[in-house]
């Protein structure tokens, strides 16, 4: 069994940063590529990084590339989401999720947490 608890959200100004942590009370954590999806309101969720099963490989959205960065710490069954240079449009409920196979739709992953919310104030 998987389950996903996030946490690190938060309020934060514009050029700020944050960082989103989703730990995994599961035994296979380490089999599983981790993914951060986000949903403002009104909107369909969206991908936003992801990251395969040993951390060596990584994918991000066009929008956080070069200011979010997904990393995993397999010992203490956690992702992060490290993210920098915060906007305005990066307001969102952040969810993380894990699946069997790096993908980029929401539909391909199995398990998901709660959500965590981020606001960045202008």
């Known amino acids: 069994q998987v389950q996903l608890v996030e946490s690190g959200g938060g309020l934060v100004q514009a050029g700020g940063s944050l960082r989103l942590s989703c730990a995994n009370s599961?035994?296979?954590?380490?089999?599983?590529?981790m993914a951060w999806f986000r949903q403002a309101p009104g909107k369909e969720r969206e991908f936003v990084a992801a990251?395969?099963?040993?951390?060596?490989?990584?994918f991000y959205t066009d929008s956080v590339k070069g200011r979010f960065t997904i990393s995993r710490d397999n010992a203490k069954n956690t992702v992060y989401l490290q993210m920098n240079s915060l906007k305005p449009e990066d307001t969102a409920v952040y969810y993380c999720?894990?699946?069997?196979?790096?993908?980029?739709?929401?539909?391909?992953?199995?398990?998901w947490g709660q959500g965590t919310q981020v606001t960045v104030s202008s």
């Open positions: 599961g035994r296979t954590f380490s089999r599983h590529a």
């Open positions: 999720a894990a699946g069997e196979l790096l993908r980029f739709g929401a539909t391909e992953y199995d398990y």
């Open positions: 990251i395969n099963w040993s951390g060596g490989n990584t």
